[in-house]
């Protein structure tokens, strides 16, 4: 079956735009989760998503960062004003029965945010 | 707080097996995962642990003291496609997987 898709692969744009990155989750998958990755360390948690709602956006850096999930599937991850530091390797992942033993994190491809 | 160590990089020989450490402190714990992730890629799942003790999968097997707050991940007969990122990954009550900075493994003929 299809796994996670994120859309675009690869996005550079100029400090001071705004960006929308996308997730499209597998399948049946109720929890949706966006991590940034920066180089040589591992992903950091920025929002998890149950259904519709945002269960833990404890990681979420500033109010420049927003995500959205308006029908339980596709996620949108917002940046607004990006930043130089804000470039990283965004990373979304799914999961299918959140907050039990072993619900494993599928995850997407990344988009590779550059901001210039 | 939330602290997760295991070695920067490693190297081994192929063929040969090679032991990854981890170390964790975190708020709430509901088992640990580790996860592959070559170079420009995703992270993908290897194994998961909750209760004290070895699981075996094929090459690889992972181990888990709870009480010590330490898992060990273990490769056996190293091939080249294994040179990766490893990442130790405790499973918080939160329903929220914290992933230490990973371990860069590379294998040598």
């Known amino acids: 079956g299809a796994g996670v898709s994120q859309t675009p692969s690869n996005k550079v744009t100029e400090k001071g735009k705004y960006v929308e990155l996308r997730c499209d989750p597998i399948s049946g998958h109720t929890a949706l989760y966006w991590y940034r990755q920066s180089l040589g360390q591992g992903p950091e948690f920025l929002i998890y998503?149950?259904?519709?709602?945002?269960?833990?956006d404890s990681g979420l850096p500033n109010d420049r960062f927003f995500a959205v999930r308006p029908e339980g599937s596709v996620s949108t991850l917002k940046i607004q004003r990006t930043e130089r530091g804000d470039s990283a390797v965004y990373l979304c992942a799914s999961s299918r029965n959140p907050g039990t033993s072993g619900d494993t994190q599928y995850f997407g491809p990344g988009t590779r945010l550059t901001v210039l | 707080g939330q602290n997760i160590d295991q070695p920067t990089e490693m190297t081994a020989t192929e063929g040969a097996i090679v032991q990854i450490n981890c170390t964790y402190q975190?708020?709430?714990?509901?088992?640990l995962f580790w996860y592959q992730q070559h170079a420009g890629e995703a992270p993908t799942f290897l194994s998961y642990n909750v209760l004290d003790g070895l699981e075996e999968k094929g090459r690889f097997s992972s181990f888990l003291s709870r009480s010590k707050g330490y898992s060990y991940l273990l490769l056996k007969e190293l091939q080249m496609k294994d040179s990766a990122s490893y990442l130790c990954a405790p499973y918080s009550s939160a329903s929220k997987i914290i992933f230490g900075s990973g371990t860069r493994l590379s294998i040598r003929p």
């Open positions: 975190t708020s709430g714990f509901n088992g």
């Open positions: 998503f149950q259904g519709t709602g945002a269960a833990d």
